[in-house]
T-cell receptor
Framework: DAKTTQPTSMDCAEGRAANLPCNHS???????VYWYRQIHSQGPQYIIH???NNETNEMASLIITEDRKSSTLILPHATLRDTAVYYC????????????FGAGTRLFVKA | GAVVSQHPSRVICKSGTSVKIECRSL??????MFWYRQFPKQSLMLMAT?????????EQGVEKDKFLINHASLTLSTLTVTSAHPEDSSFYIC??????????FGQGTRLTVV
């Protein structure tokens, strides 16, 4: 699986947009970008995924650069409950492939 | 979204005993499930891949005789920590892929060995 690089931690003010970057310069053509988050003492939660087009759902937006070497997860209006560790993962999109976690970004949303 | 349920959420056991953790996919079938462990302030580490109807495959450094995995049906995988010791105390998490490679995770099991 391609390796990803994320900042160790970030702060965000409540109500503002949180923009979490991820570098994945060795991504293969058939690999998707997935984002998950983990709130303390819980299992990870799926957020969003994409191949090359920008994606949006009820939780977040995913912006993937044209060369696919990096992406940004956007939480449009961060709340205190968004404080978590966010993981960017690249892998094949068919079932049964391993989901390998890096260190992730610890996001602190402050009041 | 798809639901993966893990049981128990917490367990305390005595050193030398065995503990079984269950992972169920509630609304989809999973021929493959994955088991992770997580130590405090660290990321998830993949332990093994559980394959329905066949032997599990273990990541390098994971003792297969210590962490027994059984995947007897398309909706259930179990992890048994045998002869548990305090160093096995950790947070254990399972996952299964639903559509488009999206992984859904159980709630996790906090194992404490005393």
């Amino acid at each position: 699986d391609a390796k990803t690089t994320q900042p160790t931690s970030m702060d965000c003010a409540e109500g503002r947009a949180a923009n979490l970057p991820c570098n994945h310069s060795t991504i293969s053509g058939n690999e998707y970008v997935y984002w998950y988050r983990q709130i303390h003492s819980q299992g990870p939660q799926y957020i969003i995924h994409g191949l090359k087009n920008n994606e949006t759902n009820e939780m977040a937006s995913l912006i993937i650069t044209e060369d696919r070497k990096s992406s940004t997860l956007i939480l449009p209006h961060a709340t205190l409950r968004d404080t978590a560790v966010y993981y960017c993962i690249v892998r094949a999109h068919t079932g049964g492939f391993k989901t390998i976690f890096g260190a992730g970004t610890r996001l602190f949303v402050k009041a | 979204g798809a639901v993966v349920s893990q049981h128990p959420s917490r367990v305390i056991c005595k050193s030398g005993t065995s503990v079984k953790i269950e992972c169920r996919s509630l609304d989809f079938q999973a021929t493959t499930m994955f088991w992770y462990r997580q130590f405090p302030k660290q990321s998830l580490m993949l332990m093994a891949t559980s394959n329905e109807g066949s032997k599990a495959t273990y990541e390098q450094g994971v003792e297969k005789d210590k962490f027994l995995i059984n995947h007897a049906s398309l909706t259930l995988s179990t992890l048994t920590v045998t002869s548990a010791h305090p160093e096995d105390s950790s947070f254990y998490i399972c996952s299964a892929d639903a559509m488009e490679g999206v992984a859904f995770f159980g709630q996790g099991t906090r194992l404490t060995v005393v």
